[in-house]
């Protein structure tokens, strides 16, 4: 397997120039797997639940919380969950914090999630590509408890929303380490050494990315093809003729 330095980083100068370096690594790793990770910060790769206070074993906080969301939430979704791990994927999409890290297989998604945010446009972003293999997959048929996991692994999640579908969404897994006694940031995870890229995104060019992604379908509309997504869609709009 090809490696590289972890990370390896790679500074763009344009949204041709970031498709350009994106097809390399994919026609590069076309037998394996990439998946793409936006981030408007430069900060480690951890969850929502563990980001603020990762030396917090928060098992018992998520078990009470993902009950509180199958209670509520059936009255909002009429659905159904098979187990833990679907709840966690569902729930995660529409913002409830867990121990999933968001990943998705489409290189233009990654892009757009690292543009996006205005309070982060005067600063550089990122895009982290993670190369996978078939070892870090996770089998949820045989380990269906979320809360028992001994490594972090690579989920492909069951399509259960039409989020997870616009967004080509995966997954990582964390698992609090017990020898560390925290939540291992992903790039710092021994078993993913080597298995990173960090894209630098500069900020002088998000808004013209911001525009070529418009032109080429992700938006805000597309990527939440809800009502929420229209009206952040409508805002950006009018807000670039002001």
């Not at 030396?55 to 187990?83: A, G």
């Not at 529409?94 to 996006?116: E, H, M, Q, Y």
């Not at 005067?122 to 190369?131: A, D, E, I, R």
């Not at 897994?173 to 020898?179: D, E, I, L």
Request: charged content about 25%; overall charge neutral.
């Amino acid at each position: 397997m090809k490696t590289t330095e972890n990370p390896y980083e790679i500074n763009i100068t344009s949204f041709y120039h970031y498709i350009d370096k994106a097809d390399t690594l994919i026609e590069n790793y076309k037998r394996d797997l990439l998946l793409f990770r936006g981030q408007s910060e430069n900060k480690p790769l951890l969850p929502a639940i563990a980001r603020k206070k990762p030396k917090i074993d928060t098992e018992s906080i998520e078990k009470e919380m993902l009950t509180e969301f199958e209670r509520r939430s059936q009255v909002l979704t009429e659905k159904r969950f098979n187990n833990d791990w679907e709840t966690i994927v569902y729930a995660q999409h529409f913002g409830l914090k867990t121990r999933l890290l968001d990943w998705t297989s489409n290189p233009l998604v990654a892009l757009w999630f690292t543009c996006i945010d205005e309070r982060f446009m005067n600063q550089n972003s990122y895009v982290y590509v993670l190369l996978t293999s078939k070892s870090l997959f996770l089998d949820t048929n045989k380990e269906n408890n979320p809360f028992d996991l001994e490594e972090t692994k690579v989920i492909k999640p069951t399509i259960n929303n039409a989020r997870l579908v616009a967004q080509s969404g995966w997954f990582t897994a964390h698992q609090y380490s017990t020898k560390d006694k925290q939540f291992v940031s992903l790039e710092k995870n021994e078993e993913y050494n080597g298995r990173f890229w960090k894209i630098v995104i500069p900020h002088q060019e998000k808004k013209e990315i911001i525009k070529k992604l418009n032109l080429f379908g992700v938006s805000y509309q597309t990527m939440y093809p809800d009502v929420t997504g229209l009206c952040k869609q409508i805002n950006l709009e009018f807000q670039q003729r002001t």
